[in-house]
């Protein structure tokens, strides 16, 4: 059995004040919650804040996004060897946040998963389509092109020790969430992809649900048999909402 993770991505919100305010929020409300694992991923200069707060928690940290070279003349890029500096175990690729304005490609998304993996962090590989490719019923050609890309160019085996999440563009941030059977659908098409090559990581691997989850939503998302957590962006703002979120995964 998949223990859920819970992920937090604050994006670009919170200041020092309101960041050890939430912190301490989550360290009283979600430490007790210890059949899940919660993950917060802060903006860059937060790491050292997320890191002196929540060593000796059982909550981890983590960041948003990493270079896709390892070291180097990248003017304002970040490696992933310096988010291991400051203690982070998680960080997000390919959101689509990022896919969209910074225009990231497939190749650009899967070099950073490895980035990532090479050192040590763990990637949460954001994937997903728009309504109108959900519309035109090619939202799972999307996907597979997607997962695709990084099976063709370093093999299934690395979904072994990753985690995906899936993340309809239409439901981010628009408080219109995947039904559950939407949901489960994909997420059942993305594990039955990654089996057909390599059944143990198929097994392992965890993937989450990103899309206006609430509390309210919750229950009925991670009851589904392939949705192994969440990735919450909004209500990861509010202590209280994210803890009945997790809450739910029980
Ligand atoms: C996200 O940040 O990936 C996300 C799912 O945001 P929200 O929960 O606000 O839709």
């Known amino acids: 059995m998949r223990q859920k993770l ?32 919660v993950v917060v991923c802060v903006p860059y200069p937060y790491l050292a804040q997320a890191q002196s707060m929540l060593q000796n928690t059982n909550i981890a940290w983590g960041a948003q996004n990493i270079s896709k070279d390892a070291v180097g003349a990248f003017t304002g890029e970040v490696s992933a060897a310096m988010l291991k500096d400051f203690g982070a ?17 497939d190749e650009n998304i899967a ?22 490719e959900r519309e035109a019923g090619v939202m799972q050609m999307v996907v597979a092109k997607q997962l695709d890309t990084i099976i063709n160019l370093y093999g299934a085996a690395v979904f072994a020790n990753a985690v995906i999440s899936y993340e309809p563009i239409w439901a981010i ?16 098409f993305i594990r039955g992809r990654i089996a057909k090559l390599d ?25 589904m048999q392939d949705i192994d957590g969440g990735l919450i962006g909004k209500c990861s703002l509010n202590a209280q909402e994210f803890e009945g979120i997790c809450r739910a995964a029980a």
Do not use: D
């Not at 175990?89 to 490609?105: D, K, P, Q």
């Not at 143990?200 to 009851?223: C, D, E, F, H, W």
């Open 89 to 105: 175990s998680y960080v997000v690729i390919g959101h689509s946040e990022r896919a969209t304005a910074y225009c990231e490609s």
């Open 111 to 132: 070099t950073k998963f490895m980035q990532a993996q090479t050192h040590g962090l763990i990637p949460i590989l954001c994937v997903g389509e728009t309504l109108i």
């Open 199 to 223: 059944q143990a990581a198929a097994a392992s691997l965890k993937i989450l649900y990103g899309g206006s989850v609430n509390p309210q939503n919750a229950v009925q998302l991670l009851v």
């Open 6 to 37: 819970m992920v937090a991505n604050w994006k670009m919100h919170g200041n020092l004040a309101t960041n050890k305010q939430l912190l301490e929020a989550y360290i009283e409300k979600l430490s007790p919650l210890n059949y899940l694992q």
């Open 173 to 188: 941030g628009t408080g219109l969430a995947a039904s559950a059977e939407q949901a489960q659908s994909m997420h059942e």
